[in-house]
């Protein structure tokens, strides 16, 4: 039996749903700006991910570095949805 890809679809899981939380309080207290943090971290998670040896961590930190690039589209549609109303908006923040 493969348990590997069961490691790498609850890995997955786990990720994504992690980083919900981690855009919304991102876009909360630092505003968009911060997109180019999960830009670094992205691309070096994809970079790290090439020359891991075994299959499903490569698997696994490749997903965190594409989700990590997924969170700069969702960063900015946080900001989106703050002004819409939809999520609160940070009173310390202009």
């Not at 348990?3 to 919900?20: E, R, Y």
């Amino acid at each position: 039996m493969n348990w590997q890809s069961i490691l790498v679809g609850l890995g997955s899981f786990v990720i994504i749903g992690v980083f919900h939380p981690i855009v919304i309080k991102g876009e909360y207290y630092f505003s968009k700006k911060i997109w180019p943090v999960f830009l670094a971290a992205g691309l070096g998670c994809l970079a790290w991910a090439l020359f891991m040896r075994h299959m499903a961590w490569a698997c696994l930190i490749s997903m965190l570095g594409f989700t990590c690039l997924w969170s700069i589209k969702e960063l900015f549609e946080q900001e989106e949805r703050v002004k819409k109303g939809w999520a609160p908006k940070n009173p310390n923040r202009k």
